[in-house]
């Protein structure tokens, strides 16, 4: 089978030649460690990650365009940065805060949808030109690009005091990454992951009736304007325990969901059995321990334990319940990659 071949198969719940695998991300100096050579360290970087999936063989890539430009400095010389939705950021190393929200609140009804005509797609259009790889396209959601607009807590309190605004924000922002989607689609892709942290882990961090407003109406809006432009898959991705909405990611018409974040209580083989007919699974390798501080020979346990009960059936990608960051042991890497093609 081809890599496309391989996860389209596995997203169809058809039986595949192996498992297919691949990272929803690789951060920069965990790629370099393990292709000892030194890749510029930006975020994404053609050359880097095409390298290291192909050490890895993997089957897919995960690539987005989110546009932002420097507007100045602060007096310590940390770049200012402006976002596409409004937001500015001051960025320092490997981390930024956000200086100034898109708007306020009060303000909503002025919001302006973001220009898609900033947004390009080359890095997508480059990965389905010069490899076959299965491509995902990343766009965002009504919860966590918000949440990106605004310091978390005035986004949390906002969704419970101001409702109204923040669903007209939403519908702003919602067009927009529906754009953006297609416009993957024109340059490539062969799938849509919608990423939107929504929990803890402990539970989603919203209420249901608010869930009920900001969020699943728009997954389902994006999920039928994306599969009317183009029917191909469409995967949410959220950390977290996500128990309790399971029913309605399903209901919204998801095709895969992505994490499965075993600390925090997704247990592979119970929501294999609930939703394996209906989602395909991707993930759920422990990085809270495992991958992290275990050794090669528990990794290699650990993922031979999620295949053997993820995988029959199809309807199954191995990854780390979220990225491969870069405390990650090489080894432990190595054993994960290792352990998937048995």
């Known amino acids: 089978m081809t890599r496309k071949e391989r996860v389209m198969a596995a997203i169809r719940h058809q039986e595949t030649d192996r498992v297919p695998k691949g990272e929803v991300y690789i951060q920069p100096k965990v790629s370099n460690a393990l292709l000892g050579k ?3 360290l930006d975020h994404q970087h053609f050359e880097r990650d095409v390298a290291v999936r192909k ?15 420097e507007i100045g400095q602060t007096e310590d010389g940390k770049k200012i940065v402006q976002s596409v939705y409004g937001q500015t950021f001051v960025v320092g190393g490997e981390t930024k805060h956000i200086l100034k929200p898109a708007l306020d609140i009060e303000d909503a009804d002025q919001y302006e949808e973001p ?45 419970l005091t101001n409702t109204e605004e923040m669903h007209t924000i939403s519908e702003k922002v919602i067009a927009f990454e529906i754009k953006k989607a297609k416009l993957f689609i024109d340059k490539g892709a062969d799938a849509i992951l919608i990423t939107d942290d929504m929990a803890f882990n402990t539970g989603v961090f919203l209420p249901p009736y608010i869930m009920d407003e900001l969020a699943y109406p728009f997954y389902k809006q994006m999920i039928k304007e994306i599969k009317a432009y183009k029917d191909v898959p469409v995967f949410l991705h959220s950390d977290g325990n996500l128990n309790s909405v399971m029913d309605n990611i399903v209901e919204c018409g998801f095709d895969g969901l992505q994490s499965l974040q075993p600390s925090a209580g997704m247990d592979i083989a119970e929501i294999k059995a609930k939703y394996g007919d209906t989602l395909c699974l991707w993930g759920n390798i422990d990085l809270d321990h495992i ?25 199954f990608i ?19 990659m290792e352990e998937a093609e048995k």
């Open 38 to 40: 030194d890749y510029p």
């Open 55 to 69: 050490l890895l063989n993997m089957d897919l890539v995960n690539a987005g365009d989110w546009p932002e430009w």
């Open 115 to 159: 220009d898609i005509s900033k947004v390009k797609g080359d890095l997508i259009e480059r990965y389905a030109k010069e490899t076959d790889l299965f491509i995902f396209a990343q766009v965002g959601g009504p919860i966590s690009m918000l949440n990106e607009m605004f310091p978390m807590e005035d986004y949390m309190v906002y969704c």
């Open 291 to 315: 991958l992290c501080f275990g050794t090669p020979e528990e990794v290699k346990a650990d993922v031979r334990r999620t295949i053997d009960i993820a995988s029959p059936g199809g309807g």
């Open 318 to 336: 191995l990854s780390t319940c979220n990225t491969i960051v870069d405390i990650i042991p090489t080894e432990n890497v190595l054993a994960m």
